[in-house]
């Protein structure tokens, strides 16, 4: 049985006046007491792979301690880390991965809690090349946060976010793992990430592509046009509906090399925190004018944010087909409900999702949550297969059985073909007039 979390404790000092520069803002960084991460028993947690947070602590019933470490850490970050230049990365944070190789992909993941340890050990299982972490270390993405749930200490402890098994021996050669921005992140300036986390990585950029002979990926970083600090995100988030899109510098990015050739006709697999679209949340409209031009090579659309698994059918964004993929269950607690928003109108593009009333309980209170979960991505040369996986209770040494896959072959044209197969029927839901086929249908 999991031992529930320490009280937040109060800090026993007044906090320090709020830091005026970054030097300050990472010095000021120690004494931020990060709720529950803040006792001794978390600490001791992390480095056993035990959980930090009991899943109470990530829900509305621990409102008031999100409210009070939102506050310490807008005070203490009044202004945003610097964003790193897509210059200072290699081959301007392009990199190649082999032609063969094995990715495992995750949102919204660092919560601290067992089931995002359980999600953390079942991508191990798969021993990786690459994996990918698509943004937000809970609750203010802060340096503390960082080193403690995503880095680990010592660095790569068990219950940190897992890397993968490539190796490097040139430049722009694939990272072991990589660490997108989230709006979390944004809470505290974006210290945690760029100034923790990216150096740990040896990342040089908060978005980056990932290329082989046959398919590309785009991470993209769709957090730092957050509204810096955690009140102004709650007024701009929830009260005026603002969403965030991309900077400058990376639309830059993608024009001029990314996407420079317009001839090359590689699909295009895109990541992103932020949602471009939702049937049951607010999505982000700024994201689809800014990615038209490239959404014709856009094979799948994975996001996260929004703390459930929901899989879409071809939808028409900024005048192109999109096949929306919502991944940001992976640990965060949530009720197992799917309720879309009252006449969204992307109710009817939803294929599946986890049924009502399927999860797991919590071993302290009872409460049952939905599954947590990820995905493992395997390219073979013009094959694509992505397979989502629920935490499993029991992982042992062997990796878990998939909840559904979708396997994809591209042509020299780049125009792709699908099939989607279930492999665990009492995981997921079919909604009204759907079937497996239409996640691969054409348009």
């Given at each position: 049985?999991?031992?529930?979390?320490?009280?937040?404790?109060?800090?026993?000092?007044?906090?320090?006046?709020?830091?005026?520069?970054?030097?300050?803002?990472?010095?000021?960084?120690?004494?931020?007491?990060?709720?529950?991460?803040?006792?001794?028993?978390?600490?001791?947690?992390?480095?056993?792979?035990?959980?930090?947070?009991?899943?109470?602590?990530?829900?509305?019933?621990?409102?008031?301690?999100?409210?009070?470490?939102?506050?310490?850490?807008?005070?203490?970050?009044?202004?945003?880390?610097?964003?790193?230049?897509?210059?200072?990365?290699?081959?301007?944070?392009?990199?190649?991965?082999?032609?063969?190789?094995?990715?495992?992909?995750?949102?919204?993941?660092?919560?601290?809690?067992?089931?995002?340890?359980?999600?953390?050990?079942?991508?191990?299982?798969?021993?990786?090349?690459v994996t990918i972490h698509?943004?937000?270390?809970?609750?203010?993405?802060?340096?503390?946060?960082?080193?403690?749930?995503?880095?680990?200490?010592?660095?790569?402890?068990?219950?940190?976010?897992?890397?993968?098994?490539?190796?490097?021996?040139?430049?722009?050669?694939?990272?072991?793992?990589?660490?997108?921005?989230?709006?979390?992140?944004?809470?505290?300036?974006?210290?945690?990430?760029?100034?923790?986390?990216?150096?740990?990585?040896?990342?040089?950029?908060?978005?980056?592509?990932?290329?082989?002979?046959?398919?590309?990926?785009?991470?993209?970083?769709?957090?730092?046009?957050?509204?810096?600090?955690?009140?102004?995100?709650?007024?701009?988030?929830?009260?005026?509906?603002?969403?965030?899109?991309?900077?400058?510098?990376?639309?830059?990015?993608?024009?001029?090399?990314?996407?420079?050739?317009?001839?090359?006709?590689?699909?295009?697999?895109?990541?992103?925190?932020?949602?471009?679209?939702?049937?049951?949340?607010?999505?982000?409209?700024?994201?689809?004018?800014?990615?038209?031009?490239?959404?014709?090579?856009?094979?799948?659309?994975?996001?996260?944010?929004?703390?459930?698994?929901?899989?879409?059918?071809?939808?028409?964004?900024?005048?192109?087909?999109?096949?929306?993929?919502?991944?940001?269950?992976?640990?965060?607690?949530?009720?197992?409900?799917?309720?879309?928003?009252?006449?969204?109108?992307?109710?009817?593009a939803i294929v599946a999702?986890?049924?009502?009333?399927?999860?797991?309980?919590?071993?302290?209170?009872?409460?049952?949550?939905?599954?947590?979960?990820?995905?493992?991505?395997?390219?073979?040369?013009?094959?694509?297969?992505?397979?989502?996986?629920?935490?499993?209770?029991?992982?042992?040494?062997?990796?878990?059985?998939?909840?559904?896959?979708?396997?994809?072959?591209?042509?020299?044209?780049?125009?792709?073909?699908?099939?989607?197969?279930?492999?665990?029927?009492?995981?997921?839901?079919?909604?009204?007039?759907?079937?497996?086929?239409?996640?691969?249908?054409?348009?």
């Open positions: 049985m999991t031992p529930p979390a320490v009280p937040p404790v109060k800090p026993s000092v007044t906090p320090p006046v709020a830091p005026r520069s970054r030097k300050l803002a990472l010095r000021a960084s120690s004494n931020v007491m990060l709720s529950s991460a803040a006792s001794k028993a978390e600490e001791r947690g992390i480095k056993t792979g035990k959980p930090m947070r009991s899943y109470e602590a990530l829900t509305m019933a621990n409102a008031l301690s999100w409210f009070v470490d939102v506050f310490i850490a807008t005070l203490f970050y009044p202004v945003k880390a610097s964003l790193p230049p897509y210059a200072d990365a290699p081959n301007n944070a392009i990199y190649k991965i082999p032609d063969k190789c094995c990715l495992g992909i995750a949102a919204d993941w660092g919560s601290g809690t067992e089931s995002a340890i359980r999600v953390a050990e079942g991508i191990r299982t798969f021993n990786p090349d698509m943004g937000d270390v809970y609750f203010a993405g802060t340096p503390d946060e960082y080193d403690r749930i995503f880095i680990g200490e010592p660095p790569g402890a068990p219950g940190s976010w897992p890397r993968g098994s490539a190796k490097r021996h040139r430049l722009d050669d694939a990272l072991a793992a990589y660490a997108m921005n989230g709006n979390h992140e944004m809470v505290s300036g974006g210290y945690g990430l760029i100034e923790h986390a990216l150096p740990a990585l040896d990342q040089k950029t908060t978005y980056f592509a990932l290329e082989n002979a046959h398919w590309r990926i785009v991470a993209l970083d769709t957090g730092y046009t957050q509204p810096h600090g955690g009140l102004s995100q709650m007024f701009s988030n929830f009260l005026t509906d603002s969403t965030s899109g991309l900077t400058p510098d990376q639309e830059k990015w993608l024009a001029e090399c990314v996407f420079k050739d317009s001839a090359d006709k590689r699909p295009v697999i895109l990541l992103s925190h932020h949602q471009p679209m939702s049937a049951f949340e607010v999505a982000t409209p700024a994201l689809i004018t800014q990615l038209a031009p490239y959404l014709d090579r856009t094979l799948l659309w994975f996001w996260g944010h929004e703390h459930r698994l929901a899989l879409y059918a071809p939808v028409q964004l900024g005048g192109h087909t999109v096949r929306g993929r919502l991944i940001g269950h992976a640990g965060m607690p949530i009720a197992p409900t799917f309720t879309p928003l009252a006449n969204s109108e992307w109710t009817s999702t986890p049924p009502d009333g399927v999860g797991l309980k919590d071993a302290i209170d009872g409460t049952l949550y939905a599954y947590c979960g990820y995905m493992m991505v395997t390219l073979e040369d013009e094959k694509l297969t992505v397979r989502y996986y629920n935490e499993d209770p029991n992982q042992g040494a062997a990796p878990p059985h998939p909840i559904l896959e979708e396997v994809w072959t591209a042509d020299s044209t780049g125009a792709c073909t699908g099939r989607a197969t279930v492999c665990d029927s009492q995981m997921l839901r079919f909604w009204p007039s759907h079937t497996v086929d239409d996640l691969t249908r054409q348009p």
